[in-house]
């Protein structure tokens, strides 16, 4: 029998248990507030049920794994057992409690229970390690977003730009897919390293050349499902945004064209748009910097990916 293995970590977070349930039972939003997930879906949802799939960093890598959920609000409590998990994990489960403490804050306990294929003493070890990182990260992602919930301003905002394209989903994709040619393709990417050891997850490091000059590098987490939809969110990014998560959705327009957008989705650093922009700058006047900065290059990438593909086509005729 595989050895069971069992670890908790917990933490005190200054707001009423029935904000932080909230926010964990909302898995759409972990990419926000959850540093190393990188996307979240609900597969089913069944009254207190759930199948939910997710990317997450682990270490230098990405995992992805199926996970059941129990939902029990009145008992502020979350079970999840892994269906397909990734190795070295052989069974995986877990809970998420809330305890209310004295004062109106909230203890959050977050507990594992694993076991390790053929107990691989190397695969224990990593695995450990990666859920001690992990739980410590998402508490302390946790505690510092439900503690700021009350400043509205810091909440995320989304925005999206769209472009019609008159060529098949293929050629766009192919184009968007493909951003190791970015420098030579649009004039924003100064620089771009593209890595691919798993067919499908691509690791981004790019220089982006603003109109003034400056340069800004970012890393991003890609999930490229061809030919329909690349879903990426950003591991460096600028000092101004807490998070940034976008994808980039290719869709048959019934005309034998396709409707590309570019979405994004924002959270801002206060001090960070503070210490980049200056003291005085508002959060709605960095909104709508950071809008017109990343919905800028969104068009630019999908304008150019418009007259890729536009002339792959006449060509193919």
């Known amino acids: 029998m595989a050895t069971a293995h069992h670890t908790e970590h917990d933490i005190v977070v200054g707001v009423p248990a029935r904000t ?27 009254g207190d049920t759930e199948r939910i799939q997710l990317w997450a960093t682990a270490n230098d890598t990405v995992k992805t794994w199926i996970s059941r959920r129990r939902l ?28 209310e403490v004295e004062g109106g804050g909230t203890k959050v306990s977050f507990t594992h229970d694993y076991t390790v294929i053929d107990d691989d003493p190397d695969g224990a070890r990593w695995l450990a390690e990666v859920i001690d990182t992990n739980s410590r990260t998402e508490l302390a992602n946790l505690k510092r977003i439900a503690e700021t919930l ?17 060529a098949g989903p293929e050629a766009v994709y192919d184009f968007l897919n493909d951003a190791a040619a970015w420098p030579e393709r649009l004039p924003h990417v100064a ?81 960070g ?27 630019t990438t999908l304008r150019h990916a418009k007259r890729f593909a536009e002339a792959r086509t006449v060509g193919a005729r």
């Open 72 to 99: 029990d609000e009145a008992a502020r409590v979350i079970e999840f057992t892994q269906e397909v998990t990734q190795p070295p994990a052989q069974t995986l489960r877990g809970m998420w409690r809330l305890t």
């Open 191 to 271: 620089r771009l390293v593209l890595t691919e050891e798993t067919p499908g997850l691509q690791w981004m490091e790019m220089d982006t050349q603003a109109p003034d000059g400056t340069k800004s590098t970012t890393t991003s987490i890609r999930i490229c499902r061809p030919s329909d939809r690349i879903i990426y969110k950003q591991v460096k990014l600028p000092a101004v945004m807490s998070a940034h998560t976008g994808e980039w959705l290719i869709e048959p327009n019934g005309d034998g064209g396709v409707t590309v957008t570019g979405r994004h989705t924002v959270c801002l650093d206060r001090a």
């Open 273 to 299: 748009v503070a210490a980049l922009l200056g003291a005085d700058t508002t959060i709605a006047a960095a909104q709508q910097k950071v809008r017109q900065a990343l919905g800028g290059n969104s068009l």
């Open 150 to 166: 009350a400043d509205a301003e810091l909440a995320p905002f989304a925005f999206a730009d769209t472009v019609t394209i008159d």
């Open 20 to 46: 932080i349930y909230h926010l964990l039972a909302d898995v759409s939003r972990w990419p926000q507030y959850f540093s190393p997930t990188v996307h979240a879906e609900v597969l089913e949802s069944s």
